[in-house]
């Protein structure tokens, strides 16, 4: 499975948008990109995945590049209660023993402040 | 309602004994899975059943043995507990095994002492 990259600390402004990158350069075709988040002391929540289109949900929008080698997470407005780790993942569909499998890296914390 | 529970959310406990956590997911989920988040807060999945049928066992002591009476519940028992084994231990959910869109409860934090 391809490996991620992320920064390890961002801040935003409340109200404004959060933009979180994450570069996965070795992607594979088959592979999607999933974004999850932990806020403090509660469990990882899902925000939303993607394979090579843009993505847009009630919580956030995946912005895919062309080559797929980097996408960014946008929050398109900040709230104290984004404050969390969110954590990049790329997964492909499998069976086996790669099935089910989520790996969580050291992700970015973004700090969101007022 | 709580789609992913797990009880309790606090356990401390001495080293030799043996403890149980158990989950319950009433999503309708077919798949659960185990993580702990050990101190330095990264996240490692230990187990998965499917249908109530051991998928994923990610080289964990023998100690740690899950138990899934039904779809809707995977519990984790822990024998012999170890300092080492002290960790926020959360239990997950997803709609089928090859999903990767999955459901988290709210973690237990363990303590051995």
């Known amino acids: 499975d391809a490996k991620t990259t992320q920064p390890p600390s961002m801040d935003c402004a409340e109200g404004r948008a959060a933009n979180l990158p994450c570069n996965h350069s070795?992607?594979?075709?088959?592979?999607?990109v999933y974004w999850y988040r932990q806020i403090h002391s509660q469990g990882p929540q899902y925000i939303i995945h993607g394979l090579k289109n843009n993505e847009t949900n009630e919580m956030a929008s995946l912005i895919i590049t062309e080559d797929r080698k980097s996408s960014t997470l946008i929050l398109p407005h900040a709230t104290l209660r984004d404050t969390a780790v969110y954590y990049c993942?790329?997964?492909?569909?499998?069976?086996?023993?790669?099935?089910?499998?989520?790996?969580f890296g050291r992700g970015t914390q973004l700090t969101v402040w007022p | 309602d709580t789609a992913v529970s797990q009880t309790p959310k606090y356990l401390v406990t001495q080293m030799g004994n043996d403890k149980s956590i158990k989950c319950e997911q009433n999503?309708?989920?077919?798949?659960m899975y185990w993580y702990k988040q050990d101190s330095k807060k990264f996240l490692k999945i230990m187990f998965s059943y499917n249908n109530k049928e051991l998928i994923i066992n990610e080289t964990v002591p023998n100690r740690f043995s899950p138990k899934s009476p039904d779809k809707a519940h995977l519990n984790l028992h822990i024998n012999s507990l170890e300092l080492g084994d002290s960790a926020v231990y959360f239990c997950a959910s997803s709609g089928d095994s090859l999903s990767y869109e999955q459901y988290f409860g709210p973690g237990t934090r363990l303590t051995v002492t």
């Open positions: 070795t992607i594979s075709g088959n592979e999607y």
């Open positions: 993942i790329v997964r492909a569909p499998g069976r086996g023993s790669t099935l089910g499998r989520l790996y």
């Open positions: 999503l309708g989920h077919d798949t």
